[in-house]
C-alpha cells in the first residue's frame, strides 16, 4: 500500500536526519531527495506512529488520524486556516505502491541513491574584455551628459551662433581699418609712425593687404 512504502521512505528519512548536522537537514534533503520539507515530515511521523495507522488507506486519512505535533499546532493558532491544511495535505499525491517482494530492510543510503538529482545548472561564462569596456563607456557617458543642463544639440547650436557673430566682427573690423588707410598721416605720409598707432591709423601696406 501506498502508507506502507511513505512509512518505510519516513524510517529512512528519520535514519538521515539522525546524521545529518543540525540545521543542515532543509539544505540536505533538496540536495538529495525529490520531496518537499512537509512531506518528509509527514513520513518521518508514519514512522513514528506506524502502529496507529494500521487502518489507514492514504496519506489523507494517516495525516487525520494522527494528532499535530506542537510545532503545527503553533502553526495552526498563527492563521494557518482549515481551507489551508486541507490544500496543504493535497498538495503532494501519494506515493506509488511499493513492489511486491515485501522489502522493508530499505536504508537512508538506499533511498537517496534512489531520488533523482537535478543536474546543476551551468556556469555564466565570463564577459569578454570588449563589453566591459563598453559598459564602461556607456556610464561614462551617461554621466556626462547628465552634467549638461541643456542637450547637447542646443550648446553646439549656440557655439555656432558664436562663430557667425566673430565673423561679422571681423567683417567690421576691415570695414574700419579700409577706412583709416585713405587718411594720410601728416608726419609719415602713411609710412607707420607712433602717431598712426595712437590715432588707429593703419599703414599704407597694411591697407594694401586688408583690401
Known sequence: M?????TQCGVALAE????VGHGNWSEWLAANCAVSNRTASDWMRFA??????????????ALATLVPEPEEKAEIQIGTTGADL???????????EAGSDGDTGQTWEDFVSEAPVEDPKPAKPPESPETIKNRELES?????????????ATAWLNNEEREMYREHLKSAAHVIRS???TETCPRCGGEGCRHCRDAGMVPKRVGDYLS
Open 179 to 181: 577706412a583709416k588707410v
Open 48 to 61: 513514528k506512529n506506524k502502529d496507529a495507522l494500521a487502518g489507514a488507506k492514504s496519506q489523507r486519512k
Open 16 to 19: 538521515a536526519k539522525e546524521k
Open 140 to 152: 561614462f557617458a551617461r554621466r556626462l551628459v547628465s552634467e549638461f543642463k541643456d542637450p547637447p
Open 2 to 6: 501506498a502508507i506502507d512504502y511513505a
Open 86 to 96: 486541507s490544500l496543504s495535505s493535497q498538495k503532494d499525491p501519494d506515493p506509488p
